[in-house]
């Protein structure tokens, strides 16, 4: 296309679609350029200083590192994301999970990294692994092996369980997947809660074999 009408000719391509079919930001409703992914309002907002170590105890993950609270503008980003609305918003994540694992003091050579598998049915209704592929591109960037080493079986979901009905309901829920489990792994999911859904994948990992496990998560909702 470029070569055809030169730059002038696409910024004025450019133009032309953006007049006619102009994006519109899926969180504020704003008018945007028809290639960004949100507005720069937004995108602005996402722009959190990451909150780093989390002060949660886990019997079976050493650390939990977070990026921001789930609120405003990264809970409605993260629901968009999840719920299939807008494959493209990974992106930004993959950017945010960057950003907090190089501020973190987890020394991430020679970890592997893995995510927190969907469960089989929100996966098949949404036909994405919304976990794994943020995962897989943060590895990428931090040249560092991703592998898938759990799977998840169908269950209840977790939402508007106590937190103890939230940790009798995930036990069991993760099996191995058919690799060997490395030593020291990390782990990213989107949301923490409880952090029993972390802990649960913790456990199996180190019962078959991970001795350091850390974790690292886009969002917060403890209270
Ligand atoms: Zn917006």
Redesign the pocket.
């Known amino acids: 296309m470029s070569r055809l009408l030169g730059d002038r000719g696409v910024s004025f391509l450019h133009r032309v679609v953006n007049f006619f079919l102009p994006g519109v930001?899926p969180?504020?409703?704003?008018r945007?350029d028809f290639t960004d992914v949100?507005?720069e309002?937004?995108t602005s907002r996402l722009n959190l200083t990451p909150l780093m170590r989390l002060n949660i105890e886990l019997k079976n993950v050493d650390s939990v590192w977070c990026y921001g609270k789930y609120e405003d503008e990264l809970r409605d980003a993260i629901k968009l994301y999840k719920y299939g609305f807008l494959s493209s918003l990974h992106l930004i994540f993959v950017d945010k999970m960057v950003e907090l694992f190089e501020r973190s003091s987890v020394n991430f050579e020679g970890f592997t990294m893995t995510s927190v598998p969907p469960n089989l049915n929100s996966r098949l209704s949404k036909g994405f692994d919304h976990t794994g592929i943020v995962a897989r591109k943060v590895a990428k960037r931090l040249g560092i092996d991703y592998k898938v080493l759990l799977k998840a079986k169908n269950g209840k979901p977790q939402v508007g369980l106590s937190a103890k009905e939230r940790r009798r309901n995930v036990v069991g829920r993760y099996r191995i997947g058919n690799r060997v489990v490395p030593e020291k792994i990390l782990i990213f999911d989107d949301v923490i809660t409880t952090g029993s859904t972390l802990d649960e994948c913790g456990r199996i990992l180190k019962e078959h074999g991970a001795v350091e496990i850390h974790g690292f998560v886009l969002a917060h909702s403890i209270i």
């Open positions: 930001c969180i504020c409703g704003s945007m949100l507005c309002d937004c």
